[in-house]
């Protein structure tokens, strides 16, 4: 059965030219984009997407930098999406990404880690709402 996750390019990646090659792992493994969409995040998306972590030591700087360059905000859909994107990107931190994923690949370091993308159906379609209005 498919599903829709939402998965961001973000800016670091942006910057570096990388949104390409990154889209590209998604469909060379059988996702297929649905919506996307180049823009920049307000300080509205970001406090919504990043609600659990206000108050935490980082949260400043994470809604500063997701906030700072255009990103490219998608809705992802194919059989078992979310946990299928959450493969391909590899872990949280590139350090610990595996050679392989687009972190462990293209990621410099845990701020600036190339990607976003939701970690369960509940939190995709809360992301999907936040980022794309439905």
Known sequence: MDQSTYVMIK????????????????EDAGLKVERMELGVVTAQQAAANYAEHAG??????????????PVVKMVISGPDAVTVCRKLMGATNP????????????????????????????????????????
């Open 56 to 69: 935490k030591p980082f949260y400043d700087g994470l809604i500063a930098y997701i906030t700072s360059g």
């Open 95 to 134: 350090r610990d990404a595996a050679p392989g994923t687009i972190r462990g690949d293209f990621g410099l370091i845990m701020d600036a880690n190339v990607v976003h993308g939701s970690d369960s159906p509940e939190s995709a379609a809360r992301e999907i709402s936040i980022f794309f209005g439905e």
């Open 11 to 26: 800016p670091d990646a942006v910057a570096r030219g990388l949104v390409g090659r990154v889209v590209q792992r998604f």
